[in-house]
C-alpha cells in the first residue's frame, strides 16, 4: 500500500537477469560489426571470382544484423502482470461495467456451427454477473443453419450456466470440458453431469439434422420467428440485415433453470450487397459495435474469432484489475491476452504456437507501452475503440448499469437497430477511418491498435498461467504458409501506410515499442536475404567460390560465434517458452518455409499492388476443421503438402538446389580447397538436413499427403535450371567487368 493509501489492483514486474542478456546481446552485437568488417575488407577485386556474389552476401548480412537489432527491442526490457481479483470483488463488486461480447463467424463449412456455439456458450458463462454480460454473433455468412444452432445454444446454456456454477466447471466450452473429463472414468460422476451430456448430445444431434438442404422450409422454421428473415435471403454475399435477439438480458423472466439471470444473447449478419465491398472481418467488427451500443452499450468490449473458446471463466475479472485500477487504469485503452491454441502437438510440426511470441516478444511489447492489438481475446474500452483520444488527468467513469426498464419493446429494438447494420450506413462517416477498425488492411487489427497506441493511450499484455483463450492452429503446410502471407502482408502495407510505425507513430509512442512494430512490418522484407542466402552459398560452392573466412583465420570467431549463440539462445528462448528440442529444429524449418515463401509473395505482391498492378488477395479464412487422413497426418507430425500451390514449388525449388550442389560437392569433397570452406559446406549441409521431410514428400512418399506432382515436376525443372541461369548471369557479368575494365584502360 503507498502513502496515500491507494492498493492497486495489478501489479508488473520486471524480468530477472535482464542485464546479463544485455551483456550477452552486446557482445553479439560485437561479432556481428567483425562480420561486416570482414565483409568489407575482402570483397574481390573488379574481375576477380565471386565479386557480385560477395557484394549481395554483405547487404544480407547488413539487413540480417539490422534486423537482429530491431529484435532486441522485443527482448530488452520485459514484463510480467499479475492481478488482484480479490481486490477487484471487494472494492468494485457491485459497480462492475457492463461487458459486450463480440464473436466473429464467416462461414458455416470452414467454421462449423458447433464449434461456434461452443465458443458462445464459454463466454455466456464466464464468472461475472449475467445481467452485464451481452454476447454477439456475427455471422458473415448469414446462415440460417448458424442462426439455429445459436438459438438452440441459448436454450441450452440455460442447463449449462448453473451445471458450471454448480461444479465450478473448467474449462466451459462444453466440448471442451466433456473432452478433457474423457479420460478420467469417475464412477462418482455426478447425475447433472450425464444430464448435461445427454441435452448436449440431442442438441447436437438436432443441429446436425438441420443441416440436411430442406430443412429450413419443413422441420426448424416454425421454432422461431427469426427463420422468417431468411424469407428475401439470396446468398451469403446477397441479403439485408438479419438481427435477432434471442435472450434479452433486461427481461426479468429470461432465467435459467435455477431461476438465475442469463446474459443477452444476439444474432447479427449485417446486410450484404454485392456492389458493397464488406471489409472483412473489420466491417462485422464495426457493425457488431454499432449493434450493441443500442442494446447492451457495454463499456467493455471483448472480441474473439469463434474457435478461440474461454479456457478461463476469470478473465473477464482479470482484464477489469487493469482498466478499474484507479491510479494506471485510465491511461490503458485495451487488454491483449495471448493467442493459443488447444490442437498443438507434442513438437509443432507447423510452428503454429507462436511461443516464442507469446511468451517472450509481447512481453517485451509490453515493457514498452504495450502490445499489438491482435484481433483475438482482447478487451478493449468502447470509447477507445470509437476514437476517443487520450487526455492526462482522466479518470476512471465507469457508469453502473441501472436496469432501467426499455421504452420499446424487443421487437421495436430490432427493427429500429437494423439500419446500422446496412451497408450505405457507413457512407460519408469516419468508421473505418477514425472509428472503430480500420478497413482496407488484412491485418485490421494490427493498424486499429497501433492508432489507439498513437492516440496516447497504453495496452497491457496478460498472460496469466491458466490459458485464457484456446482456439484452432493451422493444420497444414499451405494453411501455414497462406496464413502468413495474410499476416506479412498486411504488416508489411502498415509500414508502407500513413500509419507506419517507422515515421506516424515516431513521438507518439515509445521508440522501443516503434521497433517492436517494426520487427513484425518487416517480416516480409526478411524474405530477399534469405533466400540469398539459402541458395547463392551453395551455389557459388559448386563453383569453387570461397565465401566465408577458412578456419584457420581469425574471422572465423567472429562467424563461429555468432551463428553458434545466437542459435544457441534461440533454443535455450523455445525450450524456455515450454517446447522440445524437436520442435525447435521444425521452428527452424517453419522459418526457413515462411520466408521464402509466404514472405516473398508478401512482399512481392505488397510491392506489385503498391506499383498499380493490383493483386488484391483477399482473406482467405484459416480452415477449423480437416479431413481424417489430413489430421491423422498432423497428429503424426508428417508434413502435409497436397494440394499444388506457387508456394510449394518455391520450396521444393530451393530445397532441390541445395540438394544438387550438396550432391556436386560430394564428387568433388577430396579436393583439398574445398575442405577450407567449411561454414558454405555446413550451411549448405544444414539446409539439405532440414529439407529432409520435404524430400521425402518429393520422391519417397505414397500417401495423398505428398507433394502434389505438378508442384515435384515444375521445382525439379527449375531446379536444374538454377545453376544454368547463374552460369549466365556470371557470363553477363564478367562480360560486364570486363568491359568496365576495358574502358577504364581507354584513355
Ligand atoms: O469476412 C470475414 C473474414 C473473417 N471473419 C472472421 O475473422 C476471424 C479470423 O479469421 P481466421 O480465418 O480464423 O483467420 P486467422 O488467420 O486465424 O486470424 C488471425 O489473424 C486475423 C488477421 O489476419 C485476425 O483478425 C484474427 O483475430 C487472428 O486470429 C474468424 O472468426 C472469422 O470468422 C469474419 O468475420 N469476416
Ligand atoms: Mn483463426
Redesign the pocket.
Known amino acids: 500500500m503507498g502513502n496515500d493509501g491507494y492498493v492497486p489492483l495489478f501489479e508488473t514486474k520486471k524480468a530477472k537477469g535482464i542485464a546479463l542478456y544485455r551483456l550477452f546481446a552486446a557482445s553479439v552485437f560485437v561479432g556481428i560489426c567483425f562480420i561486416w568488417a570482414y565483409r568489407v575488407s575482402h570483397i574481390p577485386r573488379n574481375g576477380e571470382d565471386g565479386r557480385w556474389v560477395w557484394i549481395g552476401l554483405f547487404a544480407a548480412e547488413v539487413w540480417f544484423g539490422f534486423y537482429w537489432l530491431l529484435t532486441q527491442a522485443l527482448r530488452w526490457n520485459p514484463i510480467y502482470r499479475h492481478t488482484f481479483k480479490d481486490r477487484l470483488s471487494r472494492r468494485y463488486e457491485n459497480k462492475l461495467p457492463g461487458v459486450d461480447i463480440f ?5 458455416p463449412l ?2 462449423p456451427p458447433m464449434m461456434v456455439i461452443n465458443t458462445v456458450l464459454s463466454v455466456m458463462a464466464y464468472d461475472y454477473p449475467k445481467e452485464k454480460l451481452s454476447v454477439y454473433l ?1 455471422d ?1 455468412a448469414g446462415s440460417y443453419l448458424t442462426f439455429y444452432a445459436l438459438l438452440e445454444a441459448s436454450e441450452f446454456a440455460k442447463h449449462w450456466i448453473p451445471f458450471c456454477k454448480k461444479f465450478n466447471v473448467e474449462p466451459r466450452s462444453p466440448a471442451a470440458y466433456f473432452k478433457s473429463i474423457s479420460d478420467s472414468h469417475d464412477s462418482n460422476e455426478p447425475k447433472e453431469l450425464a444430464t448435461v451430456k445427454k441435452l448436449y448430445k440431442d442438441m447436437e444431434n438436432r443441429i446436425g439434422a438441420a443441416a440436411k438442404p430442406g430443412c429450413l422450409s419443413e422441420e426448424i422454421r416454425p421454432k422461431h420467428k427469426g427463420f422468417s428473415q431468411w424469407d428475401s435471403y439470396v446468398s451469403q454475399r446477397d441479403h439485408d440485415t438479419m438481427l435477432q435477439i434471442l435472450i434479452d438480458g433486461k427481461d426479468p423472466i429470461a432465467t435459467d433453470v435455477e431461476g438465475c439471470r442469463l446474459p443477452t444473447v444476439v444474432y447479427l449478419a449485417r446486410e450484404k450487397r454485392p456492389q458493397h465491398f ?4 473489420a ?3 464495426n457493425a457488431l459495435i454499432r449493434i450493441s451500443s443500442k442494446i447492451s452499450n457495454g463499456q467493455i468490449i471483448l ?6 473458446y474461454s479456457n478461463n471463466s476469470h478473465s473477464v475479472r482479470d482484464a477489469l484489475c487493469f482498466f478499474m485500477d484507479e491510479k494506471k487504469g485510465p491511461e490503458i485503452a485495451y487488454v491483449q491476452f495471448p ?1 493459443n491454441f488447444d490442437n498443438i502437438t507434442k513438437n509443432e510440426v507447423y510452428s503454429n504456437s507462436m511461443r516464442v511470441i507469446n511468451e517472450v516478444e509481447f512481453h517485451g511489447l509490453d515493457g514498452y507501452g504495450g502490445p499489438l492489438y ?3 481475446g482482447c478487451f478493449h474500452r468502447r470509447d477507445t475503440l470509437c476514437g476517443r483520444k487520450f487526455s492526462q488527468g482522466s479518470k476512471n467513469e465507469f457508469k453502473i448499469e441501472k436496469n432501467a426498464e426499455r421504452e420499446e419493446t424487443i421487437h421495436e429494438l430490432e427493427e429500429n437497430s437494423k439500419d446500422l447494420a446496412n451497408c450505405t450506413y457507413e457512407e460519408n462517416t469516419d468508421w473505418g477511418k477514425e472509428m472503430g477498425l480500420k478497413y482496407g488492411c ?5 493498424i486499429t491498435g497501433l492508432s489507439i497506441q498513437s492516440r496516447g493511450w497504453k495496452s497491457v499484455y496478460y498472460n496469466p498461467a491458466r490459458k485464457a483463450f484456446l ?2 492452429a ?1 493444420t497444414t503446410l499451405g494453411q501455414t504458409l497462406v ?1 502468413h502471407k ?2 506479412s502482408e ?1 504488416d508489411f502495407q502498415i509500414l508502407l501506410s500513413k500509419y507506419s510505425p517507422a515515421w506516424y507513430a515516431k513521438g507518439k509512442i515509445s521508440l522501443g515499442l516503434q521497433l517492436g512494430y517494426c520487427c513484425y512490418c518487416f517480416w516480409a522484407s526478411n524474405s530477399l536475404p534469405v533466400l540469398y542466402y539459402s541458395i547463392v552459398p551453395s551455389l557459388s560452392l559448386l563453383r569453387g567460390i570461397s565465401l566465408f573466412p577458412q578456419l584457420s583465420t581469425p574471422w572465423f570467431i567472429p562467424f563461429a560465434y555468432v551463428i553458434f549463440s545466437t542459435y544457441t539462445y534461440s533454443l535455450a528462448e523455445f525450450l524456455w517458452s515450454g517446447g522440445t528440442v524437436l520442435g525447435w529444429w521444425n521452428d527452424q524449418r517453419i522459418w526457413l518455409y515462411k520466408r521464402t515463401s509466404s514472405y516473398l509473395f508478401a512482399f512481392t505482391d505488397t510491392i506489385a499492388n503498391s506499383l498499380g498492378f493490383s493483386a488484391d488477395s483477399g ?4 480452415a ?1 476443421v480437416s479431413e481424417h487422413d489430413v489430421h491423422n497426418r498432423y497428429l503424426k507430425e508428417i508434413l502435409e503438402f497436397g494440394a499444388s500451390s506457387p508456394m510449394f514449388t518455391m520450396l521444393a525449388t530451393s530445397g532441390l538446389v541445395n540438394l544438387l550442389c550438396l550432391a556436386g560437392l560430394l564428387k568433388k569433397v577430396f579436393i583439398a580447397e574445398y575442405q577450407m570452406m567449411v561454414l558454405q559446406i555446413l550451411l549448405c549441409s544444414l539446409l539439405v538436413l532440414i529439407n529432409w521431410p520435404l524430400y521425402q514428400g518429393l520422391f519417397l512418399r505414397k500417401d495423398n499427403g505428398k507433394m502434389p506432382s505438378s508442384s515435384a515436376i515444375k521445382s525439379i525443372v527449375f531446379a536444374l535450371l538454377v545453376p544454368a541461369l547463374c552460369s549466365c548471369i556470371n557470363f553477363v557479368l564478367y562480360f560486364f567487368s570486363d568491359f568496365v575494365l576495358l574502358c577504364n584502360l581507354i584513355p
Open positions: 464473436v466473429c463467424t464467416a462461414d470452414i467454421e456475427s458473415d464488406h471489409n472483412f472481418k466491417g462485422a467488427m472480441n474473439v474469432d469463434c474457435d478461440m493467442q491482435i484481433g483475438t488484412p491485418v485490421e487489427d494490427v482456439g484452432v493451422t496464413q495474410r499476416w498486411g482473406f482467405v479464412i484459416t477449423k
